[in-house]
Each structure stands twice: as C-alpha cells, then as structure tokens.
C-alpha cells in the first residue's frame, strides 16, 4: 500500500492535472468509480489503478476478474490521504485510474457534427460532449482549445461521453473542408434554428458564450442561425418546475434557459440549492435577476391548470410527441435520481428524451430542460 506523499506515482498523477503534461505524455486521470469503470468499458487502456480500500469497500475484489481477464495491471492500493492527495475533487470517491488517451479520427461519412469554438470552461466542454453524444453525434471538433476535454471537470461533467465520443482538433480551415453544411449559432441572426433542414450532413458551429464565433469562423459558415430569446408574455403558459436539484450551477443554468425560451417562471421543489447561490448566479448570467423563481410544495405544483409534463427516464413516450401548444408545465428532476416519486404521480404525461449515444445514459437537467422547453417553441411556432 502506498502511505507517502512524496511516493513517485502521487507525483505522476499530479502532474497530470496540466494540460501540457496530458497532452506530452498522453495521458489523463479518470476520477470515481463511473468513470473509472466507464473508460475501461470504452476499452480504453488503463495504465494504472490506484484505490482507497477504506473509501470504497469490496472494490478490490469485486473487480478482481476484470483484472484476471485483461491485460489491465491489478489496482495499487493506497491510503485515503494519499487518494485525497491524488484526487482532483474535494471529496475524493476512493478511486482513480491514469488512462491513455485514445487516438481517434473523423469518422467517415459523418452527418451530424458539433463544432465548439475557443470554448473556456471545461465543464462546459465536457457537457457539449455528452449532449454531442446524447443526439448522436458522430464527433465534437473543437477549434481554438482553451481547454482540453481530459481535464478532470470536462470529464465529470460528460458523464463518459468522452471516452467513446470522437474529440478531435480543427482549425477554419478544416473545417470548410468538411463534407457537410456548416451552420453557426449566431445572436442576430436573420433565421431562426427551426426554419432550416438538418436532413443532409450538418455541422453546427457554437462559439463560447462571452465571445461567440470571431469573424474568422463565421466566414467558414454556409449559414448562420438563432435559437430566439423571447419576451415574458403577459398569461402563464409555459413553466419549468426544478424537483430536488442539487447544484447551485445546474439550478442557474436552468433559469438562463427558462429565460432564454421565455417561460414565465421557475418553481422550485424539494430545495437543495438556491438560486442566490453565487455559482447560480454566475450559471444563469443574470437570467434569476428578472425571472420569477418560486419555492413550491408537490400540492402547489398539483394545483397548476397546466398540463404536467415529467422528464422519466423509460417513459412510454418521446418527448416530441404531446402537444405543447397548450399551457404547460415542465417537470424535471435532479440528474441523479430523477424526478421525485410524489412529482411522478401527479404528471398529466410522462415523457422520455432518447439518447442515441454509447455513453451518456442522460442529459443534465439543465439540458434536458432546454429540450423540453424549446420542443414547445418549435410547436407554438408552427
């Protein structure tokens, strides 16, 4: 077992929490049981193991046969300090593992691509990966890296999405060359998103958010759109009800996107997090300044002479298939557990978001509210 700080491998794994040591050696730390046994189900190559015996208990052996029957090298065993030294997280989950990162190329005859742009966060990385993958995108090429999608937060935030997703590099240049239509979101834009086809091969263009796409990349465009931001209207007809959300960031995240899709509130549930909260604050870019937030009870939300929509995981039906047309309101619950039980029961409709692709088993609530709410746009508008 390792106990020392100063043993060589701590310094190996530290070393990897920079980009330039990630991408000169060519390897990055997957942190926590899922993504740990989420990298090794991509059949990434694990270099090494490290575990915490005390921080998860039984992982050892109930992962002996995956060592037996792989080429993997058997876990090191180390102390909780030399984990929590290890680890990335505040709160470290009792595993982590280097893995090498995988070499990937454009798939051929790819049609449905995501093009990220001089993105900064790598949170924010990491979740276009797993919405990328959710949609069933055959890559993310992201231009003008500020950040890497090996950093520890782009992977956590991807869910997975990382490992099996092809991440590959692009500059203007490869870009225009792509065999497919390039369309840039752009504030301003003369077109709305929902006015064009997407069936032929598409590449969407989406710059970071402060900044959007520089002149350089909107000349690679065939085409640029918006997704509209609309005004409050005057009757309540579109609510997003949050249901036991725990992170202060998602729950932001939430009312810039209820703002941007001009619902008329939020009502909170089951509160783990406010929208007060300075990472909420941030999340929502001001968006919590303007729209009615609310605290609510199950009875309130069952109250509503709104349909209720739930956001359920197996649901019988997609989430394109109610009408939205009329008054509605969206119910979405935390990432993890979903949407509390007692919220389950009084939906009017249940309604599932597929995903298409190999890692990501869900998208983000915040996410996952996006798609609600605009499908109810793109109804209303039509």
């Known amino acids: 077992m390792i106990t020392s700080l100063d043993n060589p491998r701590v310094k190996e794994v530290l070393r990897l929490r920079k980009s330039r040591e990630r991408r000169r050696s060519g390897l990055f730390v997957a942190e926590g049981p899922r993504e740990v046994e989420r990298a090794r189900a991509a059949g990434l190559r694990i270099v ?50 280097i893995v090498e990162i995988p070499q990937r190329e454009l798939p051929p005859h790819a049609s449905r691509l ?12 990491g979740a276009m990966a797993r919405t990328a993958d959710a949609a069933g ?17 782009a992977i956590r935030a991807s869910t997975g999405a990382v490992f099996t997703l092809p991440i590959l590099d692009t500059t203007p240049e490869h870009t225009r060359q792509l065999q497919a239509r390039k369309v840039a979101a752009v504030l301003g834009a003369p077109h709305k998103h929902t006015d064009e086809r997407y069936t032929d091969p598409t590449a969407f ?34 609510v997003l009800v949050a249901a036991g959300i725990e992170k202060p960031g998602n729950l932001g995240a939430m009312a810039r996107t209820a703002d941007a899709a001009g619902a008329d509130a939020i009502l909170v549930a089951e509160t783990r997090s406010d929208p007060w ?42 989430h394109t298939q109610p009408d939205y047309t009329k008054p509605t309101a969206f119910l979405v619950g935390a990432e993890a557990e979903g949407l509390p039980e007692p919220y389950r029961a009084i939906a009017d409709t249940q309604v599932e978001i597929p995903m298409r692709g190999a890692a990501a088993d869900s998208l983000n609530a915040s996410a ?3 798609v609600l709410l605009f499908e109810a746009i793109r109804q209303r508008a039509t």
């Open 48 to 97: 090494a193991t490290y575990v915490a015996p005390e921080l998860v208990p039984g992982w050892i052996t109930e992962h002996e046969h995956d060592a037996a029957t792989t080429t993997t090298p058997p876990p090191e065993e180390v102390s909780a300090r030399v984990l929590a030294k290890m680890a990335y997280r505040a709160e470290p989950e009792g595993v982590l593992a």
């Open 114 to 125: 995501l093009v990220a742009v001089g993105i900064e966060k790598p949170g924010n990385l």
């Open 137 to 153: 995108a055959d890559a993310l090429l992201v231009g003008n890296a500020n950040v890497d999608p090996w950093n520890p937060n």
């Open 205 to 238: 263009m989406i710059g970071a958010e402060d900044a959007g796409l520089t002149a350089t990349w909107l000349a690679v465009a065939d085409t640029t759109v918006e997704i509209p931001h609309r005004e409050l209207p005057a009757d309540p007809t579109l």
């Open 277 to 318: 909260n300075p990472n909420a604050i941030r999340a929502s870019t001001g968006a919590v300044f303007t729209l009615p937030i609310l605290d609510v009870t199950r009875d309130d939300v069952a109250a509503l002479r709104l349909q209720k929509v739930a956001a359920i995981l197996g649901a019988l039906h997609t």
């Open 368 to 370: 996952a509210a996006a």
